[in-house]
């Protein structure tokens, strides 16, 4: 546990105050980012098995998922259409990853749409999988888990943190 440093007055102490909350912000966040890749897990990745000789996963969606500091209070959890990259079908394979099966055209940028809202009027309909909003949607599980979190890297700073009620 560290020991806070002493200050000469409240608006130093207040500095170091908000620098310790600031840095636990990306730790914290850590916590809601591996929830909503649990939930895209279990209710999408395990629910169901492409035949292999059709579609390989490239695991690429939920490999997206990236935290970025927006401003100095405000985590952004997003999926990042970086990691997300359309190609041609794999020897072996009928489908293209992540291009439509029509024209050919890249579609990658469309992955995250189109699995967390779902489709309607394509070759292959899908319902909403709506990772985000599920975990937002469980407040209490996720809030109670990230003050944890945050109460634990407190903690590690030296401040006497605890959840109560």
């Known amino acids: 546990m560290s020991i806070i440093p002493s200050f000469n007055n409240y608006d130093d102490l207040f500095k170091y105050i908000e620098k310790s909350v600031h840095e636990s912000l990306i730790p914290t966040a850590d916590v809601v980012l591996n929830m909503v890749k649990k939930f895209i897990w279990e209710n999408m990745y395990e629910a169901y098995s492409p035949d292999q000789n059709s579609y390989r996963r490239t695991y690429e969606f939920i490999n997206s998922l990236s935290i970025k500091l ?96």
Request: net charge negative; glycine share 8%; hydrophobic share 35%.
């Open 70 to 165: 927006k401003d100095n209070n405000t985590i952004e959890i997003y999926y990042d259409l970086k990691k997300i990259h359309a190609s041609e079908a794999p020897e072996g394979t009928d489908w293209d990853r992540h291009m439509s099966q029509l024209s050919g055209q890249d579609m990658s940028m469309m992955t995250p749409i189109f699995i967390e809202r779902g489709t309607t009027g394509s070759l292959w309909d899908r319902s909403p999988l709506g990772a985000m909003q599920s975990v937002l949607n469980n407040e209490n599980n996720a809030i109670q888990l990230v003050l944890q979190k945050l109460c634990v890297y407190l903690n590690k700073k030296g401040y006497k943190s605890a959840i109560i009620g």
